[in-house]
């Protein structure tokens, strides 16, 4: 048998313990499957005291990760822990330069310097893989990169927040506010140290610019999504959405238009009966679209120590098999940079309004709509609260300019009391 895949992890948090422990209770099987044995030679954390439950008393340790990255008995460094700068990115780019693979769960640090680490990377004849960064669990990167390799991909979209999917789907299942969730989130310890990198979207951009990059053959750009996160949907939008059928979601959607790259994570609604719809709690899903495979759907935990662990090893066998593949499908070099391209698809509407309770009121907004060539597809009023009446219209496909006119106007009807609500709703 060759010589055994020698592992050096670097981060001991709740993903690093679950690759020590599928190594340790799996030796056997992934030899089988790799054809040689994958040991761990060295690990690196901040706290070597801490209590873990997982046993790494035979494993050398580093205090620097760096240093693990350059040890002479690590052939292949797995990044799990973390953060775009620091000693993430210090790590991942000693490892290159010593001639190791590196297999990373690390979205930020990939979405952020991804082309510049892969660059480097396929210089050096090393690989860079990535199967944990994007929906924990879910092979999502193998499907496009391998399974997917022969279609032209029209559109990547999903639920890849499943902090975010928790809350919404908490909010509609108890009727409860989103400060209320939040706070429960947190209490159960779904939340990220920095929130805004679940609830503003952040996180979910990362993994939709990773996708992307291997959709479309474009350099990853983080910084052309188009972020707007979950903190301003109110239960009221959750039921009256509900009632028209629809759930919101934190949904991504990358799709090359004519006028460029159209990347967008932000609240969209889909029909409750969808896939999309029906995926609760803090599942993830990810859906791809191909010109020869038609639509596939993705489900699958995207958190949590077990599903990303088994990522981390998807990668780590494919290594140990001398499965070499380019970071993003093709090599970084030809990956072309895309023009971002902001709401470029039309697309149909949710409005919420509060409509004064005033004759000619709804013929107003009507107008309103008319002259910005938007058609309504379907409306509803429900009774009045005092002196404003909620109103719920669906519009026809529209573009988002012609919205934003629409939105800008009502303010100068004189019938439409505080800000209007409008959320795209997504075909799925
Ligand atoms: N915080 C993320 C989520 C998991 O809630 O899905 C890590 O990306």
């Known amino acids: 048998m060759t010589q055994p895949l020698r592992l050096g992890i670097a981060g001991l948090g709740t993903v690093g313990s679950g690759v020590v422990r599928i190594v340790q209770t799996h030796a056997a099987l992934i030899a089988a499957r790799a054809g040689r044995e994958v040991v761990i030679t060295a ?48 790590t991942t780019e000693a490892a290159i330069a010593a001639g190791k693979d590196v297999a990373s769960a690390n979205k930020a640090l990939l979405a952020i310097h991804g082309q510049a680490l892969a660059e480097a990377a396929e210089a050096a004849g090393r690989v860079i893989r990535f199967e944990a960064a994007v929906a924990g669990g879910i092979p999502v990167i193998k499907a496009l990169t391998e399974g997917l390799a022969g279609n032209e991909i029209s559109r990547v979209l999903g639920v890849m927040n499943g902090t975010c999917n928790y809350i919404l789907t908490r909010m509609e299942s108890a009727g409860l506010p989103y400060d209320t969730v939040f706070e429960e989130a947190r209490a159960l310890g779904y939340l990220e140290a920095d929130p805004m990198l679940d609830v503003g979207g952040i996180d979910a951009g990362h993994k939709l610019a990773l996708l992307a990059a291997i959709a479309f053959g474009t350099r990853v750009a983080f910084d052309g999504v188009e972020l707007e996160g979950i903190g301003a949907i109110t239960i009221e939008d959750i039921t009256q959405a509900a009632d028209m059928g629809y759930r919101i979601k934190l949904l991504g959607v990358a799709q090359m238009t004519g006028r460029g790259l159209e990347q967008r994570m932000s609240p969209c609604l889909v029909p409750a009966t969808s896939p999309l719809g029906q995926l609760q709690g803090g599942t993830n899903m990810v859906v791809l679209e191909g010109d020869s495979v038609g639509q596939i759907v993705l489900r699958g935990p995207g958190a949590g120590s077990g599903p990303t662990a088994s990522a981390v090893m998807s990668d780590v066998i494919d290594i140990a098999r001398g499965l070499r593949l380019p970071t993003f499908g093709q090599p970084a070099t030809t990956l072309r940079a895309a023009k971002p391209a902001r709401a470029a698809v039309p697309a149909p509407y949710y409005l919420r309004l509060q409509l004064l309770d005033k004759p000619g009121a709804l013929a107003k907004v009507a107008r309103v709509l008319g002259d910005s060539a938007i058609s309504i597809d379907r409306m ?27 939105l800008a106007t009502f303010a100068q009807t004189g019938v439409v009391a505080g800000t209007p609500v409008a959320i795209r709703i997504e075909a799925v």
Do not use: C, F
């Open 43 to 90: 690990v690196s954390a901040r706290d070597r005291t801490r209590n873990r439950d997982v046993d790494i008393s035979a494993y050398a340790w580093e205090a620097d990760p760096v240093a693990l990255a350059r040890r002479a008995d690590v052939d292949v460094v797995v990044e799990v822990m973390g953060g775009h700068e620091g000693p993430a990115k210090n």
């Open 380 to 406: 509803r009023q429900y009774g009045h609260e005092d002196t404003t009446a909620p109103v719920l219209i669906v519009t026809h496909k529209t573009t988002r300019s012609a919205l934003d006119e629409a």
